[in-house]
Nanobody, 129 residues
Framework: QVQLIESGGGLLRTGDSLTLSCAVS????????MAWFRQGTEAEREFLAA????????SYADSVKGRFTIRRDNSNRMVHLQMNALKPEDTAVYYC??????????????????????WGQGTQVTVSS
């Protein structure tokens, strides 16, 4: 079965940088979309970034564009989220997600959490002032 495991969370201070990692197992990753979401106190998870694995094309939420970078590592079956200039409002549980995107139903990765079938358990990022 597909398994996604996030790692790299921790306790940071304003202005710090941090890279989160997501390890993928259980299936080929060639045709999928991968994304990062986060959730604080809201019921709805907030979209951050997505990558089309086939060609590493990326998309970002306006709120993190220029600060966060999603990056694939094909040889190691990993996807990373590099976060710079962290702020207290970045405090949340960060989740890795996969959309199988069979038959290229969604050529462009979605920003809707309902379009992702597999999720990791999350990793906590806490940013203090």
């Amino acid at each position: 079965q597909v398994q996604l495991i996030e790692s790299g969370g921790g306790l940071l201070r304003t202005g710090d940088s941090l890279t989160l990692s997501c390890a993928v197992s259980g299936r080929s990753i060639t045709g999928v979309h991968m994304a990062w979401f986060r959730q604080g106190t809201e019921a709805e998870r907030e979209f951050l970034a997505a990558s089309r694995w086939l060609d590493a094309n990326t998309s970002y939420a306006d709120s993190v564009k220029g600060r966060f970078t999603i990056r694939r590592d094909n040889s190691n079956r990993m996807v990373h989220l590099q976060m710079n200039a962290l702020k207290p409002e970045d405090t949340a549980v960060y989740y890795c997600a996969m959309d199988e995107a069979s038959g290229r139903t969604r050529w462009a990765p979605s920003d809707d959490q309902r379009d992702y079938q597999y999720w990791g358990q999350g990793t906590q990022v806490t940013v203090s002032s």
